[in-house]
């Protein structure tokens, strides 16, 4: 085709306003680690928001976002102090806010090829500063300094995590919250009401219990129905305020708290702190406070708040989870502690003291579940060297069972007592959890009493005990579908599923797998989507622990190996010690249990000391042993530290591989420093322990 052709041709013309789009989307979406950042490009019409940003952290899509508005210009034109000025509109401020979560705008200029960004919540910080009236304005002129490099984009990263780890403990305890409501009553989807003094009787009589109900849509179209003069009380601004940040408007939310809070001295004390948590609540999520300054308003809560009571519950959780892995006895004791002192306090409400009673519960079941691994894990590697013992894994597991069953009798008391206060959502989430622990312990005791089943003698028992649990979540499910609360919905057929899988009720379970599926794709849960993944690929808990079972099989034979290989090396010091006839004149002897007596030098004893880790405690009956009594003392070096002397508990369950490698490093430091291993055969020499 030649060139007159196309002069002739009537093609459509190139824009290039989409060109220098296209250009600056090719820039952008690159600054982005594909590892911790999926961009996904707005489809459709510009609505005012340009890409939407996932969040990745530790190979796990998180569900947390946040969003760009990007625009372009060929050349940088800067204002006299170096800034870059750029048109945003108020209706677009307000879009991206009522999102929720970070919002950026990046402006790229093609001649330059660079970007600068800012946030949005900062400019608007900026803006409620200089006027509280700002959003009255069509338009601002924001100006841009920063330019999105590395460092800009691990900002918005960094941001994005924060933000959102913080929201997801936000909306559990706002949830949570909402527990102080009237008597049950009945009213009809409805709302016939006309005039402004019916809807505001209606709002504030029955507007917490909607709410609770997750029927805030028919209060808003029951207000909408009234006049711009009908939020004229502070009970019924508040009402309407939380109604629409249930609905993400959380500019309209923002507007109804002010009025709420103009006329708070009509609340009662609960109310104005509902008022508090909810204004502040949204301030934070707009951006217009800081996390800190959120934490340090919630501190100003009356010293009767129930809210205050909620934060303190969750800091608790918080601070016993992360130190569990250090030191879990440790942990769990400061945790119980710091709940009663809850449960002591007389300013605490009923609610209150039922939720952390709830909590404890639960804590202390997940906890005889962990217990349960970790004695099994001693069991193994006892078992590693002096063999199966049936006797010694039936006694830990029947010592265990009824710690479980006085947890089952504990967490049915709290139940009786959270349905008797009507507080639903609290019951069912309690059931959800305590049904987890129940079939997770039924899982983990299979795997103690390795496959026998010889607690459970009866399959009929055991089976009976899984349709109760598959009971509860079918009745837990229905509730938290009445209340749209679809994460726990997801939840609670997570663990359906588990339960169904494990009994080999494979046709139930696909139909469980499949009604999960379709709620992930329908409301989008990315986090979700990624736990559904790891579930049905061999994720359920029994399948991982057959997984831990064959991990542990292979790591006590590769121990069992070192083991053997540690017991050769020491048989040839021993006979290495006799042929060496090392001789020490008027030496010291201990024995070290289990692998007998040694000779040193009077002048070596710190050395060996040093070497054994002896307490400076444990040092002083040495000496006077060795010293004074004339005799024989005892180290029982399957312990590091020794902290006093004698046999102590023997073996016990300190025969693990690690205890086997001290004694290994004993025994090598004392060959090596020429402290031989003796058989003693001079009469009136005594061994004795001082126990």
Same mark, same amino acid.
């Given at each position: 085709?030649?060139?007159?052709?196309?002069?002739?041709? @009537?093609?459509?013309?190139?824009?290039?306003?989409?060109?220098?789009?296209?250009?600056?989307?090719?820039?952008?979406?690159? +600054?982005? =680690?594909?590892?911790?950042?999926?961009?996904?490009?707005?489809?459709?019409?510009?609505?005012?928001?340009?890409?939407?940003?996932?969040?990745?952290?530790?190979?796990?899509?998180?569900?947390?976002?946040? +969003?760009?508005?990007?625009?372009?210009?060929?050349?940088?034109?800067?204002?006299?102090?170096?800034?870059?000025?750029?048109?945003?509109?108020?209706?677009?401020?307000?879009? %991206?806010?009522?999102?929720?979560?970070?919002?950026?705008?990046?402006?790229?200029?093609?001649?330059?090829?660079?970007?600068?960004?800012? =946030?949005?919540?900062?400019?608007?910080?900026?803006?409620?500063?200089?006027?509280?009236? *700002?959003?009255?304005?069509?338009?601002?002129?924001?100006?841009?300094?920063?330019?999105?490099?590395?460092? !800009?984009?691990?900002?918005?990263?960094?941001?994005?995590?924060?933000?959102?780890?913080?929201?997801?403990?936000?909306?559990?305890?706002?949830?949570?919250?909402?527990?102080?409501?009237?008597?049950?009553?009945?009213?009809?989807?409805?709302?016939?009401?006309?005039?402004?003094?019916?809807?505001?009787?209606?709002?504030?009589?029955?507007?917490?219990?909607?709410?609770?109900?997750?029927? *805030?849509?028919?209060?808003?179209?029951?207000?909408? +129905?009234? /006049?711009?003069?009908?939020?004229?009380?502070?009970?019924?601004?508040?009402?309407?305020?939380?109604?629409?940040?249930? /609905?993400?408007?959380?500019?309209?939310?923002?507007?109804?708290?002010?009025?709420?809070?103009?006329?708070?001295?009509?609340?009662?004390?609960?109310?104005?702190?509902? %008022?508090?948590?909810?204004?502040?609540?949204?301030?934070?999520?707009? $951006?217009?406070?800081?996390?800190?300054?959120?934490? =340090?308003?919630?501190?100003?809560?009356?010293?009767?708040?129930?809210?205050?009571?909620?934060?303190?519950?969750?800091?608790?959780?918080?601070?016993?989870?992360?130190?569990?892995?250090?030191?879990?006895?440790?942990?769990?004791?400061?945790? #119980?502690?710091?709940?009663?002192?809850?449960?002591?306090?007389?300013?605490?409400?009923?609610?209150?003291?039922?939720?952390?009673?709830?909590?404890?519960?639960?804590?202390?079941?997940?906890?005889?579940?962990?217990?349960?691994?970790?004695?099994?894990?001693?069991?193994?590697?006892?078992?590693?060297?002096? !063999?199966?013992?049936?006797?010694?894994?039936?006694?830990?597991?029947?010592? %265990?069972?009824?710690?479980?069953?006085? *947890?089952?009798?504990?967490?049915?008391?709290?139940?009786?007592?959270?349905?008797?206060?009507?507080?639903?959502?609290?019951?069912? @989430?309690?059931?959800?959890?305590?049904?987890?622990?129940?079939?997770?312990?039924?899982?983990?005791?299979?795997?103690?009493?390795?496959?026998?089943?010889? #607690?459970?003698?009866?399959?009929?028992?055991?089976?009976?005990?899984?349709?109760?649990?598959?009971?509860? +979540?079918?009745?837990?499910?229905?509730?938290?579908?009445?209340?749209?609360?679809?994460?726990?919905?997801?939840?609670?057929?997570?663990?359906?599923?588990?339960?169904?899988?494990?009994?080999?009720?494979?046709?139930?379970?696909?139909?469980?797998?499949?009604?999960? /599926? !379709?709620?992930?794709?329908?409301?989008?849960?990315?986090?979700?989507?990624?736990?559904?993944?790891?579930?049905?690929?061999?994720?359920?808990?029994?399948?991982?622990?057959?997984?831990?079972?064959?991990?542990?099989?292979?790591?006590?034979?590769?121990?069992?190996?070192?083991?053997?290989?540690?017991?050769?090396?020491?048989?040839?010091?021993?006979?290495?010690?006799?042929?060496?006839?090392?001789?020490?004149?008027?030496?010291?002897?201990?024995?070290?249990?289990?692998? @007998?007596?040694?000779?040193?030098?009077?002048?070596?004893?710190?050395?060996?000391?040093?070497?054994?880790?002896?307490?400076?405690?444990?040092? #002083?009956?040495?000496?006077?042993?060795?010293?004074?009594?004339?005799?024989?003392?005892?180290?029982?070096?399957?312990?590091?530290?020794?902290?006093?002397? $004698?046999?102590?508990?023997?073996?016990?369950?300190?025969?693990?591989?690690?205890?086997?490698?001290?004694?290994?490093?004993?025994?090598?430091?004392?060959?090596?420093?020429?402290?031989?291993?003796?058989?003693?055969?001079?009469?009136?020499?005594?061994?004795?322990?001082?126990?």
């Amino acid at each position: 085709m030649d060139k007159d052709i196309l002069d002739e041709m @009537h093609l459509p013309l190139a824009n290039p306003n989409e060109e220098l789009e296209d250009i600056s989307n090719n820039h952008f979406i690159p +600054l982005f =680690d594909v590892s911790k950042v999926e961009v996904r490009k707005e489809p459709g019409r510009d609505k005012g928001i340009d890409f939407r940003m996932d969040v990745k952290a530790k190979g796990k899509i998180t569900g947390f976002r946040f +969003l760009v508005q990007l625009k372009a210009t060929e050349k940088m034109d800067s204002n006299k102090d170096g800034s870059v000025s750029l048109t945003v509109y108020t209706y677009n401020i307000n879009y %991206l806010l009522n999102a929720g979560i970070p919002a950026y705008y990046v402006l790229y200029f093609q001649k330059e090829n660079l970007f600068l960004y800012r =946030d949005l919540h900062e400019y608007v910080k900026e803006l409620a500063k200089e006027d509280n009236d *700002w959003a009255k304005q069509a338009s601002h002129a924001m100006r841009l300094t920063t330019r999105l490099d590395f460092h !800009g984009v691990n900002r918005m990263y960094d941001r994005a995590i924060d933000h959102g780890k913080f929201s997801r403990r936000l909306t559990e305890r706002l949830a949570l919250s909402s527990s102080l409501l009237p008597e049950r009553v009945v009213i009809a989807p409805d709302l016939d009401v006309k005039s402004d003094s019916e809807i505001r009787a209606l709002v504030e009589g029955f507007g917490f219990y909607l709410i609770n109900e997750s029927r *805030w849509k028919e209060i808003l179209n029951a207000h909408q +129905l009234g /006049s711009q003069h009908i939020a004229s009380t502070a009970k019924y601004s508040l009402i309407i305020g939380i109604a629409w940040y249930y /609905s993400g408007e959380l500019i309209k939310a923002l507007s109804y708290f002010k009025t709420a809070l103009k006329l708070k001295s009509e609340l009662s004390q609960d109310l104005q702190e509902h %008022l508090l948590l909810f204004d502040s609540t949204v301030r934070f999520a707009l $951006g217009l406070i800081e996390k800190n300054d959120y934490k =340090d308003k919630l501190k100003t809560l009356g010293s009767a708040s129930h809210i205050r009571y909620y934060v303190k519950i969750d800091t608790i959780k918080e601070e016993y989870l992360s130190g569990v892995e250090r030191d879990i006895e440790k942990q769990y004791v400061k945790f #119980v502690e710091q709940m009663n002192t809850i449960l002591e306090a007389e300013d605490a409400n009923v609610n209150i003291k039922l939720l952390v009673r709830c909590e404890m519960v639960l804590y202390e079941g997940s906890k005889i579940n962990l217990d349960l691994v970790r004695e099994l894990n001693k069991i193994n590697t006892f078992e590693l060297l002096i !063999g199966a013992n049936r006797k010694l894994r039936q006694d830990i597991a029947s010592n %265990l069972i009824q710690r479980k069953m006085a *947890w089952a009798e504990k967490a049915r008391g709290i139940r009786d007592k959270v349905i008797k206060a009507k507080n639903y959502f609290v019951f069912y @989430h309690v059931l959800l959890n305590e049904t987890k622990v129940d079939y997770e312990f039924e899982a983990y005791t299979d795997l103690i009493n390795n496959g026998t089943n010889s #607690v459970n003698t009866q399959a009929g028992e055991r089976n009976e005990n899984l349709n109760s649990m598959l009971k509860n +979540l079918n009745q837990t499910i229905q509730y938290f579908q009445h209340i749209t609360y679809v994460e726990n919905v997801c939840v609670a057929l997570s663990i359906k599923y588990e339960i169904l899988h494990y009994m080999k009720d494979m046709e139930a379970a696909n139909t469980v797998l499949t009604e999960l /599926s !379709g709620l992930i794709e329908t409301y989008d849960l990315k986090e979700l989507q990624r736990k559904f993944e790891a579930l049905k690929n061999h994720g359920t808990t029994h399948e991982k622990i057959a997984q831990f079972k064959e991990q542990l099989a292979a790591e006590s034979l590769e121990k069992q190996r070192e083991h053997q290989y540690m017991v050769k090396e020491m048989e040839k010091m021993d006979n290495m010690d006799t042929q060496r006839k090392i001789v020490i004149e008027n030496p010291d002897t201990i024995e070290l249990y289990p692998i @007998h007596h040694f000779q040193f030098s009077k002048k070596e004893r710190k050395r060996v000391y040093e070497i054994l880790d002896i307490s400076e405690q444990a040092q #002083v009956m040495f000496d006077r042993m060795l010293d004074v009594d004339q005799v024989i003392p005892i180290a029982n070096i399957y312990h590091n530290p020794i902290l006093q002397e $004698g046999n102590a508990d023997g073996m016990v369950f300190n025969n693990s591989i690690e205890a086997w490698r001290n004694i290994f490093r004993i025994r090598k430091a004392f060959f090596d420093n020429g402290f031989p291993r003796v058989v003693l055969k001079v009469p009136g020499i005594t061994t004795v322990s001082n126990h």
